[in-house]
Structure formats: structure tokens, C-alpha cells
């Protein structure tokens, strides 16, 4: 698996881009997205690689699943208290 940050998201049209560490971009669309919230620009993602889906596109992110955890939740409410 791969990571990266999203760094575009259009809801409207439901696809979005994700930049990896290398500067490299990778299309994703929101049938390849593995979570209940929405993708959130800047949130931490792990990812698949699969090809693109027009024949000579690009290869896109698949399986794509939020890693991080959003900033000021606690121990307490990871744990299903508070």
C-alpha cells in the first residue's frame, strides 16, 4: 500500500487527487473510497494502485482508506468514552 495526502477533492463530481511524497499525483473517484466520512483535503490516506480507468490513462488510487486521526479527539473518545 501506498500513502499520501489529499490534495483535491470535487464533491459535485466525486473524484479527487491524491499527492504522494514524491510530488506524484494519483486520480481517485469515490467508488474506490473505504470509509464513512468524505475525503477531506489534507487528510492522511493509504491507497492501492490500479489502472486507469480510460484504456492509456493514468493508473488511479484504489481501495483508498483515511489513516490519520482528526486533530483534538482524545485517548478517551478513541476509546468510546466522552
Known sequence: MMSGKIVSYY???AFGFIEVQS???YFFHIKNWI???APTIGR???FEIGPGVTPGKSDQA???KM???EV???AAALAGGV
Do not use: F, S, Y
Open 62 to 64: 484504489i481501495n483508498v
Open 44 to 46: 492522511t490516506v493509504v
Open 11 to 13: 464533491p459535485g463530481r
Open 67 to 69: 489513516v490519520d486521526i
Open 72 to 74: 483534538g479527539m482524545g
Open 23 to 25: 510530488g506524484k499525483q
Open 35 to 37: 470509509a464513512d466520512e
